[in-house]
């Protein structure tokens, strides 16, 4: 009866995936077609501006390593469909020397970021649950005892006072 009357049974329409969104970008941008860049403007009748202002949020998140609901294969289409203005190392330039999440950092640059640690807390003990420089640190020590670091690389630790034990490692040994 109430179908009869015309009653809404949904107050608000059905979300659309992901897949439509890119699509209807991707129809939208064609049809614009000024440039590289494809710019939504702000009141689109379909929300399209919303969702695509939220795609830049989540790809720079992304790209920074933070929490984000962008996958690598989303960002490839989005930089496809020409979303972004152009970046200098996009997600999909298989050229570039990426990691799975973002841009690589050279060894010069984590050491750089240990000297700063250093700095404002008077050692090289960086947790390993301390992102990426305490995986770095926790490699360095790794390597070292492999005997695959450099001499190059030893020296620059270690004139820095950096110890090859972690902290766990040495306050053990002091207890035994």
């Known amino acids: ?20 969104r890119s699509e209807e970008l991707r129809a939208y941008c064609a049809a614009k077609q000024d440039g590289d860049t494809c710019h939504v403007p702000v ?41 972004f203005e152009k970046e200098k190392n996009p997600i999909s330039n298989p050229s570039k020397n990426l990691s799975s999440l973002g841009k690589r950092v050279s060894w010069e640059d984590r050491l750089a970021a240990l000297v700063n640690y250093q700095q404002e ?36 630790l270690e004139g820095m006072g950096f110890k090859w034990e ?5 306050t053990k040994n002091k207890e035994t």
């Open 43 to 83: 009141g689109h009748p379909t929300g399209l501006d919303r969702w695509a202002k939220n795609q830049k949020a989540q790809y720079r998140a992304f790209r920074e390593e933070k929490a984000s609901t962008m996958t690598k294969e989303r960002a490839k289409i989005l930089e496809e469909i020409g979303l």
């Open 166 to 170: 972690s902290t766990k490692k040495l």
């Open 121 to 156: 807390f008077g050692n090289c003990n960086v947790p390993t649950g301390q992102g990426a420089l305490g995986q770095w640190v926790k490699n360095q020590r790794y390597t070292y005892k492999k005997g695959k670091l450099s001499e190059k690389r030893v020296k620059a």
């Open 1 to 20: 009866e109430l179908d009869a009357l015309g009653f809404r049974w949904r107050l608000r329409p059905r979300r659309k995936s992901w897949e439509e």
